[in-house]
């Protein structure tokens, strides 16, 4: 069974910085493709940034291009979003999420492309 957990959330005033954390356990955590999403409140959920397997491919939502950076560490089992110029309508909660179908060598975007999702943490940008 994956689990996922997410950390690294709080309250950062505009412009500011976060880094969120996505630990995963139960998994050959480096043959899987590694996607953040965010849902603030009274939206749909939507794609933030998504990695492939080996980090050496990235895709990002155009709203966070130039401001967020997806990496992971495949030895720690981690998936990392660092967040810089964070600005009021980046808050949501966030989630990681895992997809452990098969790999068709393209970026994954879309929530239904993944299996498995962490339990969220709260980001929260003042103005």
């Known amino acids: 069974q994956v689990q996922l957990v997410e950390s690294g959330g709080g309250l950062v005033q505009a412009g500011g910085s976060l880094r969120l954390s996505c630990a995963a356990s139960?998994?050959?955590?480096?043959?899987?493709?590694m996607g953040w999403f965010r849902q603030a409140p009274g939206k749909e959920r939507e794609f933030v940034a998504a990695?492939?397997?080996?980090?050496?491919?990235?895709d990002y939502a155009d709203s966070v291009k130039g401001r967020f950076t997806i990496s992971r560490d495949n030895a720690k089992n981690t998936v990392y979003l660092q967040m810089s110029s964070l600005k009021p309508e980046d808050t949501a909660v966030y989630y990681c999420a895992m997809r452990v179908s098969f790999d068709g060598g393209y970026i994954y975007t879309r929530e239904v492309d993944y299996d498995y999702w962490g339990q969220g943490t709260q980001v929260t940008v003042s103005s």
């Open positions: 139960g998994s050959i955590f480096s043959r899987y493709h």
């Open positions: 990695i492939r397997r080996s980090g050496g491919t990235t």
